[in-house]
């Protein structure tokens, strides 16, 4: 029997039951989706799935932009269609390039939040410094800002990957990735206040190749170093929430209004490789170092 769009919509949707076990609500808005994809095709007059073209798709996809839906409606409807292709073609009903032939929508991205740098001076002065705990905590939050760090590269910071006289770190990033990231002379003399009075007491006589301790000596968690930095972002007058991610953020708007260049912030960031170890030993970071220096707001 010939196929039509009808019957392998239909058929589509018992594969999605059957096969996939999707949830009834799941199951009503793939049908719903692809309702009014099933009405464009009728009025160019396709009825058999083999015979859907590019164009077809185009049209439909116009006529989703023309109706004024946000983005994320219009990729919801786009997906339903793109699976319905992918199963057209799997069971011989449909070609393999018109299924990849639909394209996503480009998504707005939210815009990160980003702290003044009022905000950030009145954050990093929160803790309490007279005691190892807030020693700790100012260091860490001078590097967070300073370097712009992931919260697992500053939670899993080792001795071996701080170099204090250098004023910079090689952390290992996503995917393994090293990069070398300065972070300035007021984290570094905020870590120099932390490594001789504040870890040596935390420890207490034990050992850790974490720069970062716990009370008890061990490596401080991402969680712990979360909950700690709400607690300072409150005592600072900050409303807004405030994650380890914020600071990240901070770090690479404060560089970018400071005149740092684009690629400088992506190598910074992560985003892309400066170096691996090997090859940093090779390469002059002098300009690296003036450069932050120079554009940062607490590189000096």
């Known amino acids: 029997?010939?196929?039509?769009?009808?019957?392998?919509?239909?058929?589509?949707?018992?594969?999605?039951?059957?096969?996939?076990?999707?949830?009834?609500?799941t199951?009503?808005?793939?049908?719903?989706?692809?309702?009014?994809?099933?009405?464009?095709?009728?009025e160019i007059s396709i009825t058999?799935?083999?015979?859907?073209?590019?164009?077809?798709?185009?049209?439909?996809?116009?006529?989703?932009?023309?109706?004024?839906?946000a983005p994320a409606s219009r990729a919801r409807k786009l997906s339903a269609l793109?699976?319905?292709?992918?199963?057209?073609?799997?069971?011989?009903?449909?070609?393999e390039r018109v299924a990849r032939e639909v394209v996503r929508p480009k998504l707005a991205r939210r815009m990160p939040s980003v702290l003044s740098l009022t905000q950030i001076e009145s954050l990093i002065e929160q803790p309490d410094t007279s005691t190892p705990l807030g020693l700790r905590d100012r260091a860490m939050l001078e590097l967070a800002y300073g370097?712009?760090?992931?919260?697992?590269?500053l939670c899993g910071l080792t001795v071996e990957e701080l170099r204090l006289d250098q004023e910079i770190v090689v952390v290992r990033g996503k995917g393994g990735k090293q990069r070398v990231v300065p972070f300035g002379r007021q984290a570094a003399r905020a870590l120099a206040r932390y490594l001789d009075?504040?870890?040596?007491?935390?420890?207490?006589?034990?050992?850790?190749?974490?720069?970062?301790?716990?009370?008890r000596g061990g490596g401080i968690s991402r969680v712990g170093f979360f909950k700690n930095l709400k607690a300072h972002a409150?005592?600072?007058?900050?409303?807004?929430?405030?994650?380890?991610?914020?600071?990240?953020?901070?770090?690479?708007?404060?560089?970018?209004?400071?005149?740092?260049?684009?690629?400088?912030?992506?190598?910074?960031?992560?985003?892309?490789d400066i170096a691996t170890t090997q090859v940093y030993t090779h390469v002059d970071t002098r300009h690296i170092l003036e450069a932050h220096r120079t554009f940062h707001p607490r590189g000096r």
Do not use: C
């Not at 370097?147 to 697992?152: D, K």
């Not at 009075?197 to 009370?215: C, E, K, M, T, W």
């Open 234 to 272: 409150i005592a600072a007058g900050i409303v807004r929430r405030v994650s380890p991610h914020v600071l990240r953020h901070s770090f690479a708007t404060h560089l970018l209004e400071g005149g740092a260049d684009l690629r400088l912030v992506q190598e910074l960031l992560g985003h892309a």
């Open 27 to 42: 199951i009503h808005a793939y049908a719903r989706d692809l309702r009014s994809y099933l009405e464009t095709l009728e």
């Open 48 to 69: 058999d799935p083999k015979k859907i073209t590019d164009e077809a798709i185009e049209l439909f996809a116009v006529r989703l932009s023309r109706r004024g839906l």
């Open 82 to 95: 793109r699976h319905f292709h992918k199963f057209l073609a799997r069971e011989g009903w449909g070609s």
């Open 147 to 153: 370097a712009g760090l992931r919260v697992t590269e």
């Open 1 to 25: 029997m010939k196929q039509t769009i009808d019957s392998s919509v239909d058929a589509f949707l018992d594969y999605l039951v059957v096969e996939k076990g999707l949830m009834p609500n």
């Open 197 to 215: 009075g504040g870890r040596p007491r935390l420890l207490d006589g034990r050992i850790s190749r974490h720069v970062f301790v716990n009370a």
